[in-house]
């Protein structure tokens, strides 16, 4: 019986195999900001030395930590009430007790972990899951931090302007670039709204029909405006607290605008709980007002030393919410 042929081997195939790309490597900016923050603290003690760091550190007294607690406690009230105002404004539920507690909680991990806004991530998600809406509760946070940093910067400004300070020549400058940002950047939003991917133009409508209908809305706009006012107001308070306890006695009318220019360094994204770009501002204001270096870098670390006290009664909150999960 004859056996069958063995079956030809197939020729290989002419078609192309596709490759699957690999994936491009994400920038973990986190690590960057970290970096950021250590380079510029590990070039003020190659500057100045460790000594006024520890030397901010040692004057740190009981009447600073119960000035920090108090003031801290309002400034955390008045945050409380802002995010309060805009979540109702977008439709969520938040009581101002539940505010206050998320806060203090946020407060502490943005004063312990790198970046300083975890804290702020932390509170949005979790608020949004509470009230089965995350956009809502992420855009609450959103809104209520960016109307705050709004209101801290024109305050900022229109003080540098009048008050003596080293930047006050160039307050007007600094003024018409900021605006003609802005400018541009609503600009393009709107072009980009009208000419985008469709997922792009529905964030726009959404930021617009928030921007016009929550944070420009008669009921909202004043109470955030009046708010963040105060909490700017708490964070120059314990500013000042932090120079006198460093032994500063010099005016706090000479002492404002250099805490102006301290506070905002800390919206620069590279820092570690806070510190890194707020003592490097503020060595250098501290100079050019006629000071010394090392007295803005005391000033600038027994501040962010007491924002940590402040946020200490977050500790209560952590093992609440841990005692509730466990139970």
């Known amino acids: 019986m004859p ?6 081997p197939a020729e290989a195939s002419t078609v192309p195999v596709r490759q699957t790309p690999k994936r491009a490597r994400r920038v973990n900016w986190g690590l960057v900001q970290t ?10 003690v190659w500057r ?3 000594g006024p760091f520890l030397a901010g550190l040692r004057l740190i007294d009981g009447w600073a930590v119960g000035a920090a607690l108090s003031v801290g406690g309002a400034t955390i009230v008045a945050c409380a009430w802002r995010w309060r105002i805009v979540a109702r404004g977008l439709g969520l539920r938040l009581s101002l007790w539940t505010a206050t507690a998320e806060l203090y909680r946020a407060c502490l991990i943005n004063s312990t972990l790198p970046s300083g806004v975890l804290g702020d991530v932390d509170r949005a998600v979790g608020h949004g899951r509470a009230e089965g809406d995350v956009s809502r ?4 946070v959103v809104w209520e931090r960016s109307a705050g940093q709004v209101v801290q910067i024109a305050l900022a400004l229109t003080l540098l302007w009048v008050l003596p300070s080293p930047v006050r020549p160039f307050v007007p400058r600094i003024a018409a670039v900021a605006g003609l940002v802005a400018l541009t ?3 393009l939003a709107l072009v980009a709204g009208r000419r985008g991917p469709q997922w792009w133009r529905g964030a726009i409508r959404t930021v617009r029909t928030d921007v016009r209908e929550v944070l420009l809305a008669r009921r909202i706009w004043p109470g955030v405006v009046f708010f963040s006012v105060v909490a700017v107001g708490g964070h120059l308070v314990t500013f000042l607290v932090a120079a006198r306890t460093a032994g500063l006695t010099v005016p706090a009318t000479q002492l404002l605008p250099l805490t102006l220019l301290a506070l905002l360094a800390m919206g620069i994204p590279a820092n570690i709980g806070g510190f890194g770009p707020r003592e490097g501002v503020a060595a250098w204001a501290f100079a050019a007002a006629g000071l010394t270096a090392a007295q803005g870098v005391a000033t600038a670390t ?17 093992l609440f919410r841990r005692r509730t999960v466990a139970s």
Not at 137 to 140: D, E, F, H, P, S
């Open 48 to 50: 100045l030395g460790s």
């Open 185 to 187: 950047v609503v600009v």
């Open 3 to 8: 056996t069958a042929a063995a079956p030809a």
């Open 302 to 318: 027994v501040y962010g030393v007491l924002v940590l006290v402040a946020s200490l009664p977050g500790v209560a909150v952590l």
């Open 137 to 140: 509760g992420i855009r609450a």
């Open 35 to 44: 970096i950021g923050g250590v380079a510029v603290l590990a070039m003020l």
